[in-house]
């Protein structure tokens, strides 16, 4: 007769929202706690605050409104928006916040992070400048913006300067607010059992910024032109009135004109000869104007990337040393970084042999897909082919009609080709078909003895993966 396992930690994830809301239980002494890890929804999609209700009803069902630890990983609309959605019922008295987890980079009291904020909030107010330009709107590259838009958190209605994130810290208090950087090792308050390895993000501001794999091309739209993002968010800048971030133009500033202004006066009667050739419809080949939107668009990729690049990244060590991996959407510096420490940094009593990213990565047995999947947010080499665990399944959060509709490559082609090899199929997707799902656990069982476990909510709402182990801590 087969021995039980010594427990299980069961992770939910919701369906029908490409976003992340994940929602882990485990046993502590006797008593379920609750991990919450995202709760968004992208922007746009089809009956987004209607699914985003369920989903909290959902979760205040099964938790009775006693989170234990909610950890968010970066400040996307996807990963955030059901704390904004349904905020009379987080910040009011239907859920507590024993403790919050955030990266190092919402830490107002570290100078590097103030800096990249102040970065991220200027180019966020460019981005929104580009979107804005209605007399730009059936222009092709207006539309990919505004699908860049649709990631970031936008500003609160209430006229308030408090973000979704100072709520969540407004809620939780200031004592179980922590903010955690590479290397840490840490256990929630309530659930001391559950060994946590903090991978990212880095400190290193070129780490940070590196979204892009160093070979090849790319045929993803994440993608970006560094400079070109570079040379428009300045522009976007001058637009708002801010400092720029190039002080060098080829013309001083009496001699600059604004389109707009000069085509006033080519079709007014006083319209010199300089301005009337300029617009002359035979010249039309040899004027820039709208071209910028080239940069916009690499300004708007290379934003959403860099903020991709600040996800927290946890690795959850059960009692028998699995690892539930959760990468937030790390992008390529944030996984090159894993290798740069070790955890924790230094050898101590609990850990007298610190672990290092191989090592960690070997033993994942469940890994959260990031960034939807898209081609840049799970490394090849330093990735995927380190989790050698054949225990290993996978949790894909996309909706791929929605990625679709914008023409996004999710999940893209390669990485979902070598995640199905990796796993031997055992993936769910928020999309994905329960029956095929379910039949492919069965058919190919993580492991002999305590496999995993799949199970669909009959109304779509969610799908939930139960992992055992099989050593208890004491």
């Given amino acids: 007769m087969r021995e039980p396992a010594c427990g299980n930690i069961a992770v939910r994830m919701y369906r029908g929202i490409l976003g992340d809301c994940f929602l882990l239980r485990h046993g502590e002494d006797g008593q379920t706690r609750h991990i919450l890890i995202d709760c968004g929804v992208l922007q746009g999609v089809q009956g ?13 069902a099964l938790t009775q409104g006693e989170l234990d630890l909610v950890v968010v990983t970066h400040e996307h609309h996807d990963h955030l928006s059901g704390f904004s959605y349904e905020k009379a019922r987080f910040f009011g008295q239907d859920f507590d916040i024993h403790e919050l987890w955030l990266a190092w980079t919402e830490d107002p009291n570290d100078a590097l992070a103030v800096s990249l904020h102040q970065r991220f909030s200027k ?7 580009v979107v804005q330009l209605t007399a730009l709107a059936n222009d092709p590259r207006i539309g990919t913006l505004r699908g860049l838009a649709a990631f970031v958190e936008p500003l609160p209605a209430d006229g ?3 973000t979704t994130i100072d709520l969540l810290k407004d809620k939780a208090g200031a004592s179980a607010t922590r903010y955690l950087k590479p290397g840490d090792v840490l256990h929630p308050e309530r659930l001391p059992s559950l060994k946590t390895m903090v991978l990212g993000p880095p400190r290193d501001e070129q780490r940070l910024r590196k979204d892009a794999p160093a070979k090849g091309a790319g045929r993803e739209v994440y993608l970006t032109d560094g400079e070109e993002a570079f040379a428009i968010e300045d522009r976007a800048r001058r637009e708002l009135g801010e400092e720029p971030l190039i002080s060098e133009l080829p013309f001083a500033r009496p001699y600059q004109r604004l389109l707009d202004d000069a085509r006033k006066v080519a079709a007014s009667a006083d319209g010199g000869g300089v301005e009337q050739l300029y ?17 916009a668009e690499a300004m708007g990729l290379k934003m959403d990337s860099d903020t991709n690049n ?3 990244v946890l690795a959850f060590e059960l009692a028998d ?3 539930l991996l959760f990468p937030g959407d790390a992008q390529v510096g944030n996984w090159l970084s894993w290798g740069d420490q070790t955890y924790p940094p230094q050898a101590s009593a609990e850990q007298p042999t610190p672990a290092t ?11 959260k897909v990031g960034h939807h999947g898209s081609h840049n947010a799970t490394l090849r080499e330093f990735g995927l082919e380190k989790m050698t665990s054949p225990r290993l399944v996978a949790m894909l959060p996309l909706v791929e009609a929605v990625a679709q509709q914008n023409e996004w490559q999710m999940p893209y082609p390669d990485l979902f080709q070598a995640l199905q090899q990796r796993t031997e199929g055992r993936i769910v997707s928020g999309d994905g078909d329960p029956a095929k799902e379910k039949a492919a656990f069965t058919a190919q069982p993580s492991d002999e003895r305590y496999p995993a476990q799949v199970e669909h909510d009959p109304g779509g709402l969610w799908v939930e993966l139960s992992i055992p182990y099989e050593k208890c801590r004491h």
């Fill in 310 to 312: 600040t996800s927290l």
């Fill in 279 to 295: 617009f002359a419809e035979a010249n039309d080949w040899r004027r820039i104007e709208a071209e910028w939107l080239d940069g």
């Fill in 123 to 129: 180019s966020k107010a460019a981005l929104n400048k």
């Fill in 160 to 162: 308030s300067r408090k």
């Fill in 48 to 60: 987004a605050r209607e699914r985003m209700k369920a989903i909290v009803e959902d979760i205040h």
């Fill in 357 to 367: 990213r191989d090592d960690i990565l070997a033993r994942v047995s469940l890994y």
């Fill in 321 to 323: 040393h699995q690892v």
